[in-house]
T-cell receptor
């Protein structure tokens, strides 16, 4: 069975600090997809990134970067120079079977203080 | 149009009521999903439709009845709910399966309260 672990339940940082959100996954499939979503207080889930199991290249998008390491089954997310608007719950998710099985991790609540 | 819309935004119903939640997308996606999210918990998958056919039912009680009238619409019919069914109900859509697991686009949700 697939499983996603986000060990950090809550993180608080001061604005402009860098912060890394951890995600560890478990799957028996060789083809799978990993995602990060942001859920601000408004409630709507916002897609951030998708990565397939064959693409281990790290990715950077503005202040966001992702580190995918199959050897440790991890897909960590770093926010550089955090801002108050980054305050939200962040979910890591795993999809197997070409998308039919989709499971979210428990989420990490990030608070960025001014 | 990269939006998933859901109506209503808020719904309060009694345990004997019958109501429906609606979801619509115009991105040409052929997979649509219903999730239930309790406070401080991740979304839990309830149903998946692929090409308007029910593909996955995650052992959801029969008081929840999904319907996909066409490729753009997804309904969730509610009947005889319990107070513990109060939650945020999220709809999502994505590219069809077998095209790779496309990212899911989520609607804003319907916040349901059962009295």
């Amino acid at each position: 069975a697939q499983k996603v672990t986000q060990a950090q339940t809550e993180i608080s940082v001061v604005e402009k600090e860098d912060v890394t959100l951890d995600c560890v996954y478990e799957t028996r499939d060789t083809t799978y997809y990993l995602f990060w979503y942001k859920q601000p207080p408004s409630g709507e889930l916002v897609f951030l990134i998708r990565r397939n199991s064959f693409d281990e290249q790290n990715e950077i998008s503005g202040r966001y970067s992702w580190n995918f390491q199959k050897s440790t089954s991890s897909f960590n997310f770093t926010i550089t120079a955090s801002q108050v608007v980054d305050s939200a719950v962040y979910f890591c998710a795993l999809s197997e079977d070409y998308g039919q099985n989709f499971v979210f991790g428990p989420g990490t609540r990030l608070s960025v203080l001014p | 149009d990269t939006e998933v819309t859901q109506t209503p935004k808020h719904l309060v119903m009694g345990m004997t009521n019958k109501k429906s939640l609606k979801c619509e997308q115009h991105m040409g996606h052929r997979a649509m999903y219903w999730y239930k999210q309790k406070a401080k918990k991740p979304p839990e998958l309830m149903f998946v439709y692929s090409y308007e056919k029910l593909s996955i039912n995650e052992s959801v009680p029969s008081r929840f009845s999904p319907e996909c009238p066409n490729s753009s619409l997804l309904n969730l019919h509610l009947h005889a709910l319990q107070p513990e069914d109060s939650a945020l109900y999220l709809c999502a859509s994505s590219q069809a399966f077998l095209a790779g697991a496309g990212e899911q686009f989520f609607g804003p949700g319907t916040r349901l309260t059962v009295l």
